[in-house]
C-alpha cells in the first residue's frame, strides 16, 4: 500500500513534467488508474490519494468493482475490447463515465440502443489503430471520418475524442509516431465540423510511453503497472 502511494506521486509528477515539456497545462490531463486484476483495498488506496478516474477492461470484473466500491465517487472507464451484448451492462452502470474502445459500427449501434432504453447519453471515444499493426482492434485512420458521419446523428451516444494504443517497445521514442498520428486524425476531424462531435479528448499512454504520449497532446493516460506495481 505504501508502493501505490510513493508510485502515484512519482507519475503525478512525470505527468507534470512532460506536459510542461510541451508548454501545455498538467490539469489538461487526466491519469485514468487502470485496476484490472486490482483488488478493492488497491483501488480504494488510490481513491484516497485523490484519484477519481479509474479503467477496466472487462465488463464483469467492472461490475464486481462498482458493486464492492460504492460512494467513493469513482468515475468508471472501459478502456477494453467491448462485446456487443454486454453493452447492457454499461448502460445500466450510474458510474460508467466514458467507453474508450468503440471500434465498430454495430457496436456503436448497439450503445445507442441500449442507451435509449435506459434513458442516458453514454460518452465515448472511437479507437484507432495507429500502430501499423495488424493484431489491434480499432479503426484505421482512413475509417474514423465516415464512421463518425454515420454516427453523428445517434442520440444516445456522445462521441467525445480518440484512443489509440501503441505496442510494447523498450524506447518509447519509437511509438511516437503512434500518438502523433491521433492527434493529426484529430484535428482533420475538428476541420470538418461534424455537429455533434467533440474532439475533447486523446486517450493515449500508458506505464511505457505516457510521457510520449503527453508531449503529443493526451487529455487521458491510462496508467496501471506505473501505480500498482506488476499485474499477478
Ligand atoms: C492494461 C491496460 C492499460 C494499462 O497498462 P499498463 O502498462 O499497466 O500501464 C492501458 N490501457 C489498456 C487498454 C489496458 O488494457
Same mark, same amino acid.
Given at each position: 500500500?505504501?508502493?501505490?502511494?510513493?508510485?502515484?506521486?512519482?507519475?503525478?509528477?512525470?505527468? *507534470?513534467?512532460?506536459?510542461?515539456?510541451?508548454?501545455?497545462?498538467?490539469?489538461?490531463?487526466?491519469?485514468?488508474?487502470?485496476?484490472?486484476?486490482?483488488?478493492?483495498?488497491?483501488?480504494?488506496?488510490?481513491?484516497? #490519494?485523490?484519484?477519481? &478516474?479509474?479503467?477496466?477492461?472487462?465488463?464483469? @470484473?467492472?461490475?464486481?468493482?462498482?458493486?464492492?466500491?460504492?460512494?467513493?465517487?469513482?468515475?468508471?472507464?472501459?478502456?477494453?475490447?467491448?462485446?456487443?451484448?454486454?453493452?447492457?451492462?454499461?448502460?445500466? =452502470?450510474?458510474?460508467?463515465? #466514458?467507453?474508450?474502445?468503440?471500434?465498430?459500427?454495430?457496436?456503436?449501434? =448497439?450503445?445507442?440502443?441500449?442507451?435509449?432504453?435506459?434513458?442516458?447519453?453514454?460518452?465515448?471515444?472511437?479507437?484507432?489503430?495507429? *500502430?501499423? &499493426?495488424?493484431?489491434?482492434?480499432?479503426?484505421?485512420?482512413? @475509417?474514423?471520418?465516415?464512421?463518425?458521419?454515420?454516427?453523428?446523428?445517434?442520440?444516445? #451516444?456522445?462521441?467525445?475524442?480518440? =484512443?489509440?494504443?501503441?505496442?510494447?517497445?523498450?524506447?518509447?521514442? @519509437?511509438?511516437?509516431?503512434?500518438?502523433?498520428?491521433?492527434? @493529426?486524425?484529430?484535428?482533420?476531424?475538428?476541420?470538418?465540423?461534424?455537429?455533434?462531435?467533440?474532439?475533447?479528448?486523446?486517450?493515449?499512454? =500508458?506505464?511505457?510511453?505516457?510521457?510520449? *504520449?503527453?508531449?503529443?497532446?493526451?487529455?487521458?493516460?491510462?496508467?496501471?503497472?506505473?501505480?500498482?506495481?506488476?499485474?499477478?
Amino acid at each position: 500500500m505504501e508502493t501505490i502511494t510513493r508510485n502515484l506521486g512519482e507519475i503525478r509528477y512525470r505527468i *507534470a513534467d512532460a506536459a510542461l515539456r510541451a508548454k501545455r497545462d498538467p490539469q489538461e490531463v487526466t491519469l485514468v488508474a487502470v485496476s484490472k486484476t486490482r483488488t478493492p483495498q488497491e483501488i480504494k488506496k488510490a481513491a484516497e #490519494l485523490g484519484i477519481k &478516474d479509474f479503467g477496466e477492461n472487462r465488463v464483469q @470484473e467492472l461490475q464486481e468493482k462498482v458493486k464492492a466500491l460504492r460512494n467513493l465517487g469513482i468515475k468508471w472507464h472501459m478502456v477494453g475490447h467491448l462485446q456487443r451484448n454486454k453493452v447492457k451492462y454499461l448502460t445500466r =452502470m450510474e458510474d460508467c463515465y #466514458l467507453i474508450h474502445s468503440v471500434d465498430s459500427y454495430r457496436l456503436a449501434r =448497439m450503445i445507442d440502443k441500449r442507451g435509449r432504453i435506459d434513458n442516458r447519453v453514454m460518452q465515448v471515444l472511437i479507437q484507432v489503430n495507429t *500502430a501499423d &499493426d495488424d493484431n489491434k482492434f480499432g479503426f484505421q485512420p482512413a @475509417e474514423v471520418i465516415p464512421f463518425l458521419e454515420k454516427v453523428m446523428n445517434l442520440k444516445h #451516444l456522445k462521441v467525445m475524442g480518440l =484512443m489509440t494504443m501503441a505496442p510494447y517497445v523498450e524506447d518509447p521514442e @519509437e511509438v511516437r509516431f503512434v500518438f502523433v498520428r491521433l492527434r @493529426e486524425l484529430k484535428e482533420r476531424i475538428i476541420e470538418r465540423q461534424l455537429a455533434g462531435i467533440e474532439m475533447k479528448h486523446l486517450s493515449m499512454g =500508458m506505464t511505457n510511453d505516457f510521457e510520449v *504520449a503527453i508531449e503529443e497532446g493526451a487529455t487521458l493516460v491510462r496508467i496501471g503497472t506505473g501505480i500498482f506495481g506488476p499485474r499477478r
